[in-house]
């Protein structure tokens, strides 16, 4: 584990410069700044942002929208690296450890990271509130204010908000399975045309799969339970089991990223591929990426929706100038651009009663969605994210259980 977070050391350290001789402020000191105190310290200074970097669209907004816009509003340099999960969780524990500044100020978070992360005390605090544009967040919508089951608490600002969904190749697939009960039926019917990533997407679909199986999605709402989890991941593998043969490549391996998913959909070896972001298919169609015959669905009786957040860095060298950065995300203009199909399609956090006539009008204007399910329509279908144990255990039980069997 040390190679991995001497690899992303020095990468970073390239990103940030702390004024020699600046005395830190202390994250409570931080904290109880006014909003116009906060603006002033933290403009005209770089931030390090520290996030997943696997899609082009995504990099591509905060490459050639955010970056700009920050630098033009506030004089920020926004310096973006790639790290994720455990990675970014052990470097900012290392850097706790050895009572050192922080080499990064922001990151991109949910779910067990967000988790991790505040069983180290990694994250600033509670700083939502502080922001101007907080007062515009769904913060009523427990699929916003509750991550993983854990109350977000103000330590990190919701920035988009996504459900699960099968996209498949309509031109190969006349009748999808339109549940989960109908899937190994359809699996069996279609040899390899079928297979689950194994990382983050699939242990999205895994967890889908699993609280179908059980037919009771209140069985894992709070803390994670050990008897339900023995039980219905059992219930699971033996589906899977049962049918892997069935799977692309007859289940003897299975791809380890989702890119490589998109890539064997797009070149017509699945007829299936995943996406946590309900309006993906539209993006990489605009792409050219997917088939014109793609289209995506949420089998019953349902699927994970969640959201994504960000937050700041308890050591960070510049937590000022990345709430600038925060309130920026969380602006109906950014979050607009976000929320374009042809931008990245992910749905806004911002609740749009509180906006003005003319930015609600906006948003609802947006480019429609031609071959992803309205976000209406997916409402009912919207399961909640169970505590984070459950995605630990199902990514180790994925491996000895279905993997290495």
């Known amino acids: 584990m040390r190679v991995s977070l001497l690899y992303f050391l020095p990468a970073l350290a390239l990103l940030t410069a702390c004024g020699a001789g600046e005395q830190a402020k202390t994250p409570d000191q931080t904290l109880a700044q006014t909003w116009p105190q906060i603006e002033a310290a933290g403009k005209n200074q770089p931030v390090s942002m520290l996030m997943w970097m696997g899609d082009p669209l995504i990099n591509k907004y905060m490459q050639t929208y955010v970056k700009p816009e920050v630098q033009r509003r506030y004089g920020i340099d926004l310096q973006i690296a790639s790290s994720q999960g455990a990675q970014l969780v052990q470097m900012l524990a290392a850097e706790q450890q050895a009572g050192q500044p922080s080499e990064a100020d922001m990151v991109w978070i949910n779910g067990e990271t967000f988790y991790q992360l505040r069983q180290v005390n990694a994250l600033l605090g509670p700083f939502v509130d502080k922001l101007p544009n907080a007062r515009l967040l769904d913060l009523e919508n427990p699929f916003i204010n509750t991550d993983f089951q854990q109350p977000i608490a103000g330590m990190e600002a919701p920035w988009g908000n996504v459900q699960f969904n099968f996209i498949y190749d309509s031109a190969r697939v006349a009748s999808p399975p339109k549940s989960f009960a109908e899937l190994p039926a359809f699996v069996q019917a279609h040899p390899g045309q079928f297979t689950i990533p194994n990382e983050f997407t699939g242990m999205t679909l895994l967890k889908s799969w699993m609280i179908a199986l059980s037919g009771d999605p209140k069985l894992f709402q709070g803390k994670f339970d050990e008897a339900v989890y023995t039980k219905w991941s059992g219930e699971l593998w033996k589906v899977i089991n049962q049918n892997k043969r069935y799977f692309w490549k007859e289940g003897r391996t299975f791809p380890e990223q989702l890119a490589p998913l998109h890539q064997l959909f797009a ?127 199902l990514f180790k039980d994925f491996r000895t259980q279905v993997l290495e069997k």
């Open 267 to 393: 070149n017509g070896e699945v007829a299936f591929t995943f996406s946590n972001n309900d309006a993906e298919v539209d993006n990489k169609m605009n792409q050219k990426v997917f088939p014109a015959t793609a289209r995506a669905y949420v089998p019953l009786p349902g699927t994970i929706q969640n959201s994504h957040y960000l937050g700041v860095v308890r050591g960070a060298q510049h937590p000022e100038a990345a709430m600038l950065v925060i309130n920026f995300l969380l602006s109906p203009e950014a979050q607009l651009k976000k929320m374009d199909p042809n931008v990245w399609g992910d749905h806004t956090v911002l609740n749009l009663a509180a906006l003005t006539p003319e930015q609600r009008q906006q948003f609802q204007q947006l480019p429609s969605r031609r071959y992803a399910p309205r976000r209406e329509s997916l409402q009912n279908l919207a399961l909640m994210e169970p505590d984070p144990e459950y995605m630990t255990r």
